[in-house]
């Protein structure tokens, strides 16, 4: 495994240890709780998260075949469609389907060449980055939004996610 993917496969899996931590610490009171966000509670961050990273999954196949975002794409719409599906899920189901989207994003992380890694595109959130840069950012999202997890739950942060 080339160094990069090697970095990418650590931040992947501190993302992920970090968010489960938290997420283990969610009862039925914490998960209506309310969140940064406004309109999410702690319910529809981590449905948020699970549709996410499926959608990102398919932005890496997008760039990968050189196709640009459909007209009149919506990041908040796609977003809201994600949460609104996943409604009816309780917590532990939302967890598998994280686990299960890992195991794919890894597979598919390591069936990249850097070649591969390095071909660009624009995220569906408007800004210009490579493959690599897309499973950088599913790194930094789920981290993010798992501080935004544990503020909703009353646990300490030391240092949040500083996006560029």
């Known amino acids: 495994m080339t160094d990069r993917k090697q970095r990418i ?20 009171e914490q998960a209506v709780a309310s969140t940064e966000n406004p309109a999410w509670n702690v319910h529809d961050l981590l449905a948020h998260l699970a549709g996410a990273e499926r959608g990102l999954q398919a932005t890496v196949q997008r760039f990968l075949a050189g196709e640009a975002l459909p007209d009149g794409f919506s990041l908040d719409y796609w977003n809201q469609r994600q949460v ?23 597979a598919l992380l390591d069936s990249l060449s ?12 408007g800004f210009e980055t490579s493959v690599g840069g ?12 798992g501080q935004e997890i544990a503020l909703a739950l009353g646990l ?9």
């Not at 496969?9 to 489960?20: G, N, P, Q, V």
């Not at 532990?92 to 994003?105: T, Y």
């Not at 897309?134 to 939004?145: C, P, T, Y």
């Open 9 to 28: 496969h650590t931040e992947l899996a501190e993302s992920r240890a970090y968010l489960f931590s938290v997420a283990q610490q969610i009862g039925p």
């Open 84 to 106: 609104a599906k996943q409604q009816e899920r309780a917590i532990p189901e939302l967890l598998a389907s994280l686990e299960a989207s890992r195991v794919d994003s890894l």
């Open 114 to 125: 850097d070649e591969q890694l390095a071909v660009r595109g624009l995220h569906p959130a």
């Open 134 to 145: 897309i499973f950088r950012v599913m790194a930094m999202h789920e981290l993010d939004h």
């Open 156 to 164: 300490p942060v030391e240092k949040r996610v500083q996006w560029a």
